[in-house]
């Protein structure tokens, strides 16, 4: 048995029955961290010397039997959320030597619930971007096919570079747009965006605040589970921090009787011949477990991505005003106040970052509110109103989580290219439901595709148990070490 | 009268426009939890949260005591209370502003305090309602600080993010037969010490030009007299006397006046009021205007009040200086000067209410020592129950006004006691025994054959003479009525 290939189901077992120890399990980790990572790149920061404290800690806790419900599990933190101490860089020049003074509400429940942090992984810089490459350190791996250099994903690429790879046995993520969906998907991992509201944004570096959700990947369906228990809850200080209590289903979800929906204006995107064929073979096995297939119509679903476009980088222009080499981060200083703002600014921020500030500021500007945002706002409305009139004639909608499976590093797209890639993803960040990434199999290529399965707000516990049926259907290998063809 | 002024080509009249800010008492600020106390003497950028600071993922929280305390300030000037108002973000860069954005309520939209209105006195002494479009919530911005070192710059976030309410006078353009705004810089002045007595009033603000917590922009503009409509106008920005902005104001006026009357016009320009010279320079043209790039704050929801959050309000609602100045004058005969004076503060109006105690007669004596004493020795701390006591004495014949006053500058240089205390141990007792006055009056007569001779030809004015011959040898001890009743007798 190798200890990088247990689930975090099946480590807890072992931990629990003395097994293993949270330090033999941390210690393979960051062997396999040591052995792998420059390679995967999915780490900006590794935190080896807390993780080994953490994890004699957590033992001693086993051996007194006051272990928490995630005791001695290795985490991957998306080097978004401030970490006491421990440097959050949003994977961005300006924030390279940031060091917070203050632990965000998600790191601070999943180290209260007993996980061991790894590091702080990868991702695009300030979260914008859907293959990593934005990051000022450097893009992911995708841990499968390692000779070609795929993608991972983006932004959270970092994050299912990681657990994919064995380099962690889960991590956080930020979905934005589809930003844990799309990396899991193509990483074969579960990765899931839960309700907007479940769970707290507070400390986690903003890039569009109505649409930013956090959220989890894993290698299993009960995983991602159990993490989403440790990190979902109210918190005060987030006002759009929801009073719901999450709790985990006990009993098999039953199909018979329910309403599976599949929206009408997807069926002629154009996606792969594959995930065509994987997204048909599934939805016939949830039919033979009595699940009822609809078809439903969301009218609007194609304007999401240009509603998006508008919205995210609106909301990211005045998020990041902030970065201004004032307080901290870089100072680039210049004859004047001004000049310092601007070179500290075109010397701090990417490319890709720069763009999406100047779209938002445009999109803003009083002149093209009314006709830009306003506009997309109404569009946003007018897909959640689709949706909801949608969830009165179904209880899930299911739709592929890309159109294809990971991609080279190096392919040549256009930043109009890479915002098409979001296309199955972005819908669910401008309504706030809850949608879950989980494997659906391989292409012939032998890479994983991953179907979304969509709820109606606060429905993530029976979204992760419908994802539960689909996985097993998949039955897809994505133990690490078989990933990595050792 | 409406206020104008003369110029080449005929009269012209103003239309003024205020902007108040004025801080918010509140213990924390409007969306941290740092201390909003900024004042000079706290050390720099110790009251600063890591929201206040913008670290990377903060985030906003409403402080209810702020709103509450907007609805307070609402319902003082009769304005309606928005159900349903959202949080915008106003966006420019500078370094006392360290999101880049300042968290307001959209200009658009009703914010949480609607229209009002609030009465001053017109220039023509009558009541002239000022009407008010809204007063909305707002962060308040750092300082910047020059004047620390030969090259750099400082900033000071304390009051970064402490609650503003600004309260906008409202120019009804589109039914002008409902309008009533400020005309001239004397009613400037009254609108804005009567939103400060308010604030004080409420406890909402101490309105404290000198200290900053009450800050103004200006609007002008000006047009003919007889005319309907409006002229382009300009806005001043920052005023922090009284003083400065009448004088801002008639500047601005006269400088209008005279590029219309040279064939020019006047541009939406913000104006700098240079405050040595007592004169506006354009600050901003219009073409430079800032675009602030409102938009809804995502990180908040929106400001729901509910019916119940207002009516808990009102209920606490204290008196207005308006309503207790009537209250002095009808219920306790007043004159409007006195009811003006003891209604400056709650200090001041409180201590007057103590002092009366409720015992109306007493009223009128305490206003005169008051204003025309007590305000002259603001070192003096009198106790209110000392003052009834003094009054009362008087009143009731116990000792007489120059009495009194005696005992007053005895408790001025420090003599301890109460007054009656003191009229006892240096022995001031008015004579009110008639036996007494009489053998007093009959001295006095009898020394003077020639002025009681006098009087009994018509001079009546001597009576006076004979009072103050009787008061001095008395050594002013006699009650003055007494003796004036006995000496009429005794010279008829």
Same mark, same amino acid.
């Given at each position: 048995?190798?200890?990088?290939?247990?689930?975090?189901?099946?480590?807890?077992?072992?931990?629990?029955?003395?097994?293993?120890?949270?330090?033999?399990?941390?210690?393979?980790?960051?062997?396999?961290?040591?052995?792998?990572?420059?390679?995967?790149?999915?780490?900006?920061?590794?935190?080896?010397?807390?993780?080994?404290?953490?994890?004699?800690?957590?033992?001693?806790?086993?051996?007194?039997?006051?272990?928490?419900?995630?005791?001695?599990?290795?985490?991957?933190?998306?080097?978004?959320?401030?970490?006491?101490?421990?440097?959050?860089?949003?994977?961005?020049?300006?924030?390279?030597?940031?060091?917070?003074?203050?632990?965000?509400?998600?790191?601070?429940?999943?180290?209260?619930?007993?996980?061991?942090?790894?590091?702080?992984?990868?991702?695009?810089?300030?979260?914008?971007?859907?293959?990593?490459?934005?990051?000022?350190?450097?893009?992911?791996?995708?841990?499968?096919?390692?000779?070609?250099?795929?993608?991972?994903?983006?932004?959270?690429?970092?994050?299912?570079?990681?657990?994919?790879?064995?380099?962690?046995?889960?991590?956080?993520?930020?979905?934005?747009?589809?930003?844990?969906?799309?990396?899991?998907?193509?990483?074969?991992?579960?990765?899931?965006?839960?309700?907007?509201?479940?769970?707290?944004?507070?400390?986690?570096?903003?890039?569009?605040?109505?649409?930013?959700?956090?959220?989890?990947?894993?290698?299993?369906?009960?995983?991602?589970?159990?993490?989403?228990?440790?990190?979902?809850?109210?918190?005060?200080?987030?006002?759009?921090?929801?009073?719901? $209590?999450? +709790? #985990?289903?006990?009993?098999?979800? @039953? /199909?018979?009787?329910?309403? *599976?929906?599949?929206? !009408?204006? &997807?069926? $002629?995107? +154009? #996606?792969?011949?594959?995930?065509? @064929? /994987?997204?048909?073979?599934? *939805?016939?096995?949830? !039919?033979? &477990?009595?699940?009822?297939? #609809?078809?439903?119509?969301?009218? @609007?679903?194609?304007?999401?991505?240009?509603?998006?476009?508008?919205?995210?980088?609106?909301?990211?222009?005045?998020?990041?005003?902030?970065?201004?080499?004032?307080?901290?981060?870089?100072?680039?200083?210049?004859?004047?106040?001004?000049?310092?703002?601007?070179?500290?600014?075109?010397?701090?921020?990417?490319?890709?970052?720069?763009?999406?500030?100047?779209?938002?500021?445009?999109?803003?500007?009083?002149?093209?509110?009314?006709?830009?945002?306003?506009?997309?706002?109404?569009?946003?409305?007018?897909?959640?109103?689709?949706?909801?009139?949608?969830?009165?004639?179904?209880?899930?909608?299911?739709?592929?989580?890309?159109?294809?499976?990971?991609?080279?590093?190096?392919?040549?797209?256009?930043?109009?290219?890479?915002?098409?890639?979001?296309?199955?993803?972005?819908?669910?960040?401008?309504?706030?439901?809850?949608?879950?990434?989980?494997?659906?199999?391989?292409?012939?290529?032998?890479?994983?595709?991953?179907?979304?399965?969509?709820?109606?707000?606060?429905?993530?516990?029976?979204?992760?148990?419908?994802?539960?049926?689909?996985?097993?259907?998949?039955?897809?290998?994505?133990?690490?070490?078989?990933?990595?063809?050792? | 009268?409406?206020?104008?002024?003369?110029?080449?080509?005929?009269?012209?009249?103003?239309?003024?426009?205020?902007?108040?800010?004025?801080?918010?008492?509140?213990?924390?600020?409007?969306?941290?939890?740092?201390?909003?106390?900024?004042?000079?003497?706290?050390?720099?950028?110790?009251?600063?949260?890591?929201?206040?600071?913008?670290?990377?993922?903060?985030?906003?929280?409403?402080?209810?005591?702020?709103?509450?305390?907007?609805?307070?300030?609402?319902?003082?000037?009769?304005?309606?209370?928005?159900?349903?108002?959202?949080?915008?973000?106003?966006?420019?860069?500078?370094?006392?502003?360290?999101?880049?954005?300042?968290?307001?309520?959209?200009?658009?939209?009703?914010?949480?305090?609607?229209?009002?209105?609030?009465?001053?006195?017109?220039?023509?002494?009558?009541?002239?309602?000022?009407?008010?479009?809204?007063?909305?919530?707002?962060?308040?911005?750092?300082?910047?600080?020059?004047?620390?070192?030969?090259?750099?710059?400082?900033?000071?976030?304390?009051?970064?993010?402490?609650?503003?309410?600004?309260?906008?006078?409202?120019?009804?353009?589109?039914?002008?037969?409902?309008?009533?705004?400020?005309?001239?810089?004397?009613?400037?002045?009254?609108?804005?010490?009567?939103?400060?007595?308010?604030?004080?009033?409420?406890?909402?603000?101490?309105?404290?030009?000198?200290?900053?917590?009450?800050?103004?922009?200006?609007?002008?503009?000006?047009?003919?007299?007889?005319?309907?409509?409006?002229?382009?106008?300009?806005?001043?920005?920052?005023?922090?006397?009284?003083?400065?902005?009448?004088?801002?104001?008639?500047?601005?006026?006269?400088?209008?006046?005279?590029?219309?009357?040279?064939?020019?016009?006047?541009?939406?320009?913000?104006?700098?009021?240079?405050?040595?010279?007592?004169?506006?320079?354009?600050?901003?043209?219009?073409?430079?205007?800032?675009?602030?790039?409102?938009?809804?704050?995502?990180?908040?929801?929106?400001?729901?009040?509910?019916?119940?959050?207002?009516?808990?309000?009102?209920?606490?609602?204290?008196?207005?200086?308006?309503?207790?100045?009537?209250?002095?004058?009808?219920?306790?005969?007043?004159?409007?000067?006195?009811?003006?004076?003891?209604?400056?503060?709650?200090?001041?109006?409180?201590?007057?209410?103590?002092?009366?105690?409720?015992?109306?007669?007493?009223?009128?004596?305490?206003?005169?020592?008051?204003?025309?004493?007590?305000?002259?020795?603001?070192?003096?701390?009198?106790?209110?129950?000392?003052?009834?006591?003094?009054?009362?004495?008087?009143?009731?014949?116990?000792?007489?006004?120059?009495?009194?006053?005696?005992?007053?500058?005895?408790?001025?240089?420090?003599?301890?006691?109460?007054?009656?205390?003191?009229?006892?141990?240096?022995?001031?007792?008015?004579?009110?025994?008639?036996?007494?006055?009489?053998?007093?009056?009959?001295?006095?007569?009898?020394?003077?054959?020639?002025?009681?001779?006098?009087?009994?030809?018509?001079?009546?004015?001597?009576?006076?003479?004979?009072?103050?011959?009787?008061?001095?040898?008395?050594?002013?001890?006699?009650?003055?009525?007494?003796?004036?009743?006995?000496?009429?007798?005794?010279?008829?």
């Amino acid at each position: 048995m190798n200890l990088i290939d247990l689930t975090l189901t099946e480590a807890l077992e072992q931990l629990r029955t003395k097994k293993i120890s949270a330090t033999e399990l941390t210690r393979a980790y960051l062997d396999r961290t040591k052995k792998f990572g420059a390679e995967l790149n999915c780490y900006i920061t590794i935190t080896p010397e807390r993780a080994l404290a953490d994890a004699a800690e957590s033992d001693k806790r086993y051996a007194n039997d006051t272990a928490r419900m995630l005791e001695g599990i290795p985490l991957g933190m998306k080097d978004l959320f401030a970490t006491r101490g421990i440097r959050t860089t949003a994977a961005s020049k300006i924030l390279e030597n940031f060091v917070p003074e203050y632990e965000s509400t998600i790191s601070q429940k999943l180290a209260d619930a007993g996980t061991i942090l790894l590091g702080k992984t990868n991702l695009d810089e300030f979260a914008m971007g859907t293959f990593s490459k934005t990051s000022f350190f450097g893009a992911p791996v995708n841990p499968y096919q390692r000779n070609h250099k795929l993608t991972a994903g983006g932004s959270s690429g970092g994050s299912t570079s990681a657990v994919a790879g064995g380099l962690a046995l889960i991590a956080t993520g930020t979905d934005t747009g589809g930003s844990i969906r799309f990396p899991a998907a193509i990483t074969g991992l579960v990765g899931m965006k839960p309700t907007y509201g479940l769970c707290s944004r507070w400390g986690c570096t903003a890039f569009a605040s109505s649409l930013d959700t956090m959220g989890q990947i894993a290698r299993t369906v009960d995983d991602a589970t159990l993490m989403l228990s440790a990190m979902a809850g109210h918190d005060p200080k987030d006002s759009t921090s929801a009073n719901f $209590d999450f +709790k #985990i289903a006990t009993t098999p979800l @039953n /199909l018979k009787g329910l309403k *599976i929906g599949i929206i !009408k204006e &997807l069926s $002629d995107v +154009k #996606i792969s011949d594959d995930m065509k @064929n /994987l997204f048909a073979a599934r *939805i016939s096995d949830l !039919k033979s &477990l009595g699940a009822q297939i #609809i078809e439903i119509s969301i009218p @609007n679903i194609l304007d999401a991505l240009a509603a998006y476009y508008i919205i995210a980088p609106a909301e990211a222009s005045s998020n990041l005003a902030r970065y201004d080499g004032m307080r901290y981060g870089i100072r680039e200083t210049g004859h004047d106040l001004i000049d310092t703002y601007m070179k500290t600014r075109a010397t701090g921020f990417g490319e890709e970052v720069q763009r999406r500030m100047i779209v938002g500021t445009a999109v803003l500007s009083s002149e093209s509110y009314e006709v830009y945002f306003m506009q997309a706002a109404r569009v946003r409305r007018m897909i959640a109103d689709s949706f909801n009139l949608a969830f009165k004639q179904c209880d899930f909608i299911v739709c592929p989580s890309s159109s294809g499976p990971a991609m080279p590093l190096n392919s040549d797209l256009t930043p109009l290219e890479y915002y098409a890639l979001d296309l199955f993803t972005v819908a669910m960040n401008l309504v706030g439901v809850p949608a879950a990434s989980v494997p659906a199999g391989r292409s012939t290529d032998g890479l994983p595709l991953g179907i979304q399965v969509v709820g109606k707000m606060f429905d993530d516990a029976r979204v992760l148990q419908m994802a539960k049926h689909i996985e097993t259907f998949a039955g897809l290998d994505n133990r690490p070490t078989s990933v990595m063809g050792e | 009268m409406i206020y104008t002024i003369k110029g080449k080509t005929g009269d012209w009249e103003l239309v003024i426009g205020l902007e108040t800010h004025i801080e918010v008492l509140s213990k924390s600020k409007l969306f941290s939890g740092a201390s909003a106390d900024y004042n000079p003497s706290v050390p720099a950028n110790t009251q600063v949260s890591m929201v206040d600071a913008a670290m990377p993922g903060m985030l906003p929280v409403l402080n209810q005591e702020c709103v509450n305390q907007a609805i307070r300030f609402g319902l003082a000037i009769n304005a309606d209370i928005t159900r349903r108002s959202i949080f915008a973000r106003k966006q420019y860069f500078y370094p006392d502003l360290p999101s880049g954005y300042q968290i307001s309520q959209p200009p658009e939209l009703p914010p949480v305090v609607g229209r009002g209105w609030i009465e001053i006195e017109s220039d023509n002494g009558g009541i002239k309602k000022v009407l008010i479009e809204r007063a909305h919530l707002e962060q308040d911005a750092g300082k910047n600080m020059h004047d620390k070192h030969p090259t750099k710059s400082f900033v000071d976030l304390n009051r970064c993010g402490v609650a503003l309410l600004e309260i906008v006078t409202f120019l009804d353009i589109k039914n002008p037969e409902n309008n009533s705004f400020i005309t001239s810089p004397d009613e400037a002045e009254r609108y804005l010490r009567q939103i400060r007595e308010i604030a004080r009033a409420t406890g909402v603000s101490n309105a404290n030009m000198e200290e900053g917590s009450m800050r103004c922009d200006v609007n002008v503009s000006i047009r003919k007299v007889g005319e309907k409509t409006f002229r382009t106008r300009t806005e001043t920005k920052n005023m922090v006397s009284f003083k400065f902005i009448k004088t801002a104001i008639e500047f601005e006026a006269r400088r209008q006046i005279e590029l219309y009357e040279n064939g020019g016009n006047v541009s939406q320009d913000t104006m700098h009021y240079n405050q040595d010279s007592g004169t506006t320079s354009v600050m901003r043209s219009k073409e430079d205007a800032l675009d602030y790039r409102y938009f809804p704050d995502p990180d908040l929801l929106p400001l729901i009040i509910t019916d119940e959050q207002i009516e808990k309000i009102r209920k606490t609602m204290p008196e207005l200086p308006a309503t207790k100045r009537a209250r002095y004058m009808n219920d306790l005969g007043l004159s409007e000067y006195d009811a003006g004076r003891l209604t400056e503060s709650v200090e001041i109006s409180n201590w007057f209410e103590s002092a009366v105690g409720g015992v109306q007669p007493r009223a009128k004596g305490v206003a005169n020592w008051m204003i025309s004493e007590l305000f002259a020795h603001p070192e003096f701390q009198m106790k209110p129950t000392d003052l009834a006591q003094l009054v009362d004495m008087t009143r009731d014949g116990e000792i007489n006004g120059k009495q009194a006053k005696d005992i007053f500058i005895k408790m001025l240089d420090g003599e301890s006691g109460s007054p009656r205390d003191i009229a006892n141990k240096f022995g001031m007792k008015q004579v009110t025994d008639t036996g007494a006055i009489t053998k007093i009056v009959d001295e006095v007569i009898a020394a003077n054959p020639d002025q009681v001779a006098e009087y009994k030809n018509g001079k009546v004015g001597l009576l006076g003479f004979f009072v103050g011959q009787i008061m001095k040898k008395s050594g002013g001890t006699t009650n003055p009525a007494a003796v004036n009743e006995v000496l009429r007798e005794k010279l008829s």
